[in-house]
């Protein structure tokens, strides 16, 4: 547990890590977070996991939830281990912000997320304090010397999942020690002030490697172990919508700087660019000439872009957006899957090239091993139960699981593998811990 002056020595010593101090009533109130580019070694080297939100107001401690990771981010070896810990409970991970409360010494209740006061989710929080007596709540839990951790969604901010309510929802609490309180102890809480708790899923790790490619509109699970360490298992739907999300941008700016006359399309990008929107967007619904273009976009007065009101282009242009940006480690990797990076390396600069020279090696050399590693097993012939217990938890089970005790050839296995990581490049990433 982590003191004031602990933590700003950390910061000291660390560019990853920062502090913010604020004033609100008198009060001095200091919260500690990770920079843009932190990572789990990061945490690691200095012990910084709390550094997360963590808040102290005149010296007093207000914990948030430690930083975790994506199940499998900390090491190569971390998938296979998680599989022998003993899971304490599994929850959904809801797609909003998390949310603390801080009490000053004159009894305001003051919300905040892991980096501030001031946003639109602190305000969502400021407007739950003064319902079902929630504030009174928040109070009489700081004067038993627990701090509940909420999660703040909202059908007005979304971020890749849509809500159909905003509000809180009860997802973990911590007592003054530092020390979650159990489940159990969380219902007892949320059916005593009518707080939303959502009660926690039975799967075990496995089961949810298994089942992330097949849960929609869901961002993923948290799972708390027995020694009170959590991990994120989030689904391959969520990364797929975060990815379009993200490509879009690019897309969007490219199509507002083409209204406000500012693309004057000199680059290749941006000419291949507007050519496909002509083609693809604006071709179909009868749409001819810049003025009808924006006539179209910003319709009833409002700045909106196509891709807000016609979903049907979004798969189109995150596709394209995708394909040209040579930045995108999964877009290397697809392209080398293809056998068609060569074709677009005299594009880039030598940093880019470097880059993309390194995921191809990488890529190919790792669906060779991937085929090396199954035909082996394969040539044992072994059973269908043995071979599950050598690929438990990867995406090579069904591939030897199919060419078991079958005529199979190395170009067959390959194929397969290909096809399978075409279909979703993450997977080409995640499977790495497993074919060291």
Not at 388 to 417: H, M, P, S, W
Request: glycine share 4%; with cysteine.
């Amino acid at each position: 547990m982590k003191t004031l002056r602990e933590c700003q020595a950390i910061v000291e010593k660390s560019k990853h890590f920062k502090q913010v101090t604020h004033n609100i009533d008198n009060h001095e109130i200091i919260i500690f977070d990770y920079n843009d580019g932190a990572k789990y070694l990061d945490f690691l080297e200095h012990d910084a996991f709390e550094l997360r939100g963590l808040t102290f107001v005149d010296g007093e401690r207000f914990p948030m939830l430690d930083k975790f990771f994506n199940l499998g981010e900390k090491s190569e070896t971390e998938l296979e281990e998680s599989l022998t810990k003993k899971v304490k409970s599994v929850q959904i991970k809801d797609d909003g912000s998390l949310i603390g409360f801080i009490v000053l010494r004159n009894g305001k209740v003051v919300p905040k997320t892991k980096a501030g006061f001031s946003n639109p989710f602190t305000t969502i929080a400021s407007n739950w304090l003064k319902e079902n007596q929630n504030e009174k709540a928040i109070k009489e839990l700081y004067d038993e010397g627990i701090h509940p951790l909420f999660e703040c969604v909202s059908d007005k901010e979304k971020i890749v999942l849509k809500y159909d309510w905003e509000g809180l929802k009860l997802i973990q609490a911590r007592r003054k020690d530092n020390s979650f309180l159990t489940v159990e102890e969380l219902q007892v809480i949320a059916d005593k002030y009518d707080f939303v708790f959502e009660a926690p899923k039975d799967y075990s790790i496995q089961e949810l490697l298994d089942l992330k490619d097949t849960f929609q509109d869901i961002e993923g699970f948290i799972v708390r172990f027995e020694d009170d360490t959590f991990t994120k298992v989030k689904t391959a739907w969520y990364f797929e919508q975060h990815q379009s999300d993200e490509g879009l941008k690019r897309v969007n700016y490219l199509l507002e700087s083409f209204l406000n006359g500012e693309n004057k399309a000199e680059e290749t990008y941006e000419e291949d660019f507007l050519k496909e929107v002509n083609e693809k967007v604006l071709k179909p619904f009868s749409i001819t000439s810049l003025n009808e273009l924006k006539a179209f976009v910003f319709r009833d007065g409002e700045r909106n872009d196509v891709m807000k009101y016609q979903q049907a282009f979004k798969g189109f242009l995150t596709e394209y957006n995708l394909q040209n940006n040579y930045d995108n480690e999964n877009t290397l990797i697809k392209l080398s899957l293809d056998n068609s990076i060569d074709d677009i390396l005299p594009q880039l600069d030598a940093f880019q090239r470097s880059k993309a020279e390194s995921i191809q090696e990488k890529t190919l050399n790792h669906i060779d091993k991937s085929v090396r590693n199954i035909i082996s097993i394969l040539e044992k012939n072994i059973s269908h139960k043995e071979i599950n217990e050598q690929f438990k938890g990867t995406d090579f089970l069904g591939v030897a699981l199919r060419n078991n005790n079958k005529e199979y050839t190395e170009e067959k296995i390959r194929e397969e593998i290909v096809t399978m990581f075409k279909k979703n490049t993450r997977k080409l990433q995640d499977a790495r811990a497993f074919l060291r």
